[in-house]
């Protein structure tokens, strides 16, 4: 690789990683701080608390008095007709058509009522607390489907650049191995078989460094996006690799609390409203009492110019009592009703404690095999090693060919990636088992 090409790879590189001098690195704990502060669908979910409790308040308002103001001014242009009997004669059975009322009139009415008690309110009332909670939970569950994202995306950040790191020092030492072959060529030590063999070696690397660098701004897309981060802004990662395998295998006793699980919590916050539902249709036969008081003002003329001249006031207090006696059975059907659907409340609980007895034991299989498949690949890694040095070695000193070179390179290099895939891939199945342990 010339000059130029190396040092555009260099940039793109840095480039693609976020580099932006003096911006702090985001480690894996910063991220998640960042995501549960920034992530829209997080947003969303907290603005649901907001609308709950907002519509716990609307529910609950009828408890408060309730104040009106009305009024009317009307104009007859035919007065309404009443018949009366004759007064002077009611035994005639005669009947006398009569124009009553004014022509004009104007009526005033300021009014109060005030909620006794009423079913409906009352069951408002006794539903705020579980309502709040159930929204709670559901911002608990969104969060921790965001921890679990963001983890995941930075992990496979973690792992292209990783891999970018294992590339480039190959591209670097097969660039070495190339110049040797060309000068063995050149000096007549060696046929061109060799400088070509080992110029498909690094064209091969280089394309597989390519596509990791593409790969890298890719994987880094996916954090941004699991975060809530701008996609314009830069964003550099701070991770240390030995701390990562450190606490990936150290955890091994995560054992499964179906209790911590949000899933069960949601399932008997449910549960709870359904119940509260059934009670409020239990005393749904319950009176609806409410006071009530008008004052009116009346002001009656035939002539519109004299209409306010006069006033005619009445006033009344009142007290509605309302009970009702038949409802076509509806209360009966809804009270059943909530009784079926806590059945099916109880089914849901037991289908979800199989599905997450599964989940963690998947999850449990997933670490394992991880941290087996990295104790193999640290084992042949140092293998590999050992056998390209000798391999190298016997190249140099005229023993074996180039191609058994290429073939101990390749096993080096397959090794070193099947190190950093399996810790990678163990750090992945470590979140997937603190997930559905339910202790994430």
């Known amino acids: ?31 998640i701080a960042y995501a549960l502060e920034e992530q829209p669908e997080l947003k969303a979910q907290r603005e649901e608390l907001r609308l709950t409790g907002l519509d716990n308040q609307i529910a609950v308002s009828s408890w408060f008095p309730e104040l009106f103001v009305s009024g009317d001014l009307q104009h007859y242009f035919q007065r309404p007709v009443s018949i009366f009997p004759d007064f002077e004669n009611p035994e005639s059975g005669q009947t006398t058509e ?19 008690y009423n079913p409906t309110v009352a069951a408002a009332l006794r539903r705020q607390g579980p309502l709040l909670e159930a929204t709670r939970l559901g911002i608990e569950a969104v969060e921790i489907q965001v921890r679990e994202t963001v983890s995941r995306a930075f992990y496979n950040v973690v792992r292209a ?41 690094l064209n091969r690397t280089r394309l597989e460094l390519q596509n990791t660098l593409i790969e890298v701004g890719s994987r880094l897309a996916e954090l941004k996006e699991a975060m809530g981060y701008p996609a314009e802004r830069n964003l550099d990662l701070g991770y240390d690799i030995d701390r990562i395998r450190l606490e990936v295998f150290a955890d091994t ?77 509806r209360r009966f059907r809804q009270i059943e009703r909530q009784a079926v659907l806590r059945d099916q409340l109880q089914f849901d609980l037991r289908a979800l404690e199989d599905e997450v007895e599964l989940q963690y034991r998947l999850a449990r299989n997933n670490f394992d095999q991880a941290a087996n498949a ?42 070193r990636l099947a190190v950093v895939n399996s810790l990678l891939d163990g750090a992945v199945a470590r979140v997937g088992l603190r997930f559905a342990a339910g202790t994430l």
């Not at 010339?2 to 991220?31: H, I, K, M, R």
């Not at 110049?179 to 063999?197: I, P, S």
């Not at 009530?292 to 006033?311: A, C, I, K, M």
Request: glycine letters at 6%; a negative charge; aromatic letters at 10%.
């Open 161 to 201: 650049r990783e891999r970018l790191a294992l590339l480039q020092a190959d591209v670097e030492r097969q660039e070495r191995a190339l110049a040797d072959a060309l000068l063995l060529f050149e000096e007549g030590l060696n046929d061109k078989v060799d400088y070509k063999r080992a110029t498909i070696t």
């Open 98 to 116: 009569v124009e009553v009322g004014t022509v004009n009139s104007s009526n005033l009415s300021v009014g109060a009522r005030q909620t006794i």
């Open 253 to 329: 006793v995560t054992v499964l609390q179906p209790n911590r699980r949000v899933e069960f919590r949601q399932l008997l916050a449910r549960d709870r409203l359904v119940a509260l539902e059934a009670t409020f249709y239990r005393q749904a036969w319950l009176p609806d009492f409410y006071l009530g008081g008008t004052y009116n003002l009346t002001w009656q003329s035939n002539e519109l110019v004299n209409l306010y001249d006069r006033v005619f006031p009445n006033s009344l207090a009142s007290l509605n009592v309302s009970i009702p006696l038949f409802t076509g059975g």
């Open 1 to 31: 690789m010339t000059a130029f090409p190396q040092l555009l790879l260099t940039f793109l590189l840095l480039g693609y990683s976020g580099w932006v001098a003096g911006q702090a690195d985001y480690t894996l704990e910063e991220c």
């Open 374 to 415: 990295y104790a193999i690949a640290r084992e042949n890694v140092e293998l590999a090693r050992e056998i390209y040095e000798v391999v190298d070695l016997q190249y140099r000193e005229g023993i074996t060919n180039f191609l058994s070179v290429i073939i101990a390179e390749n096993d080096l290099q397959e090794a």
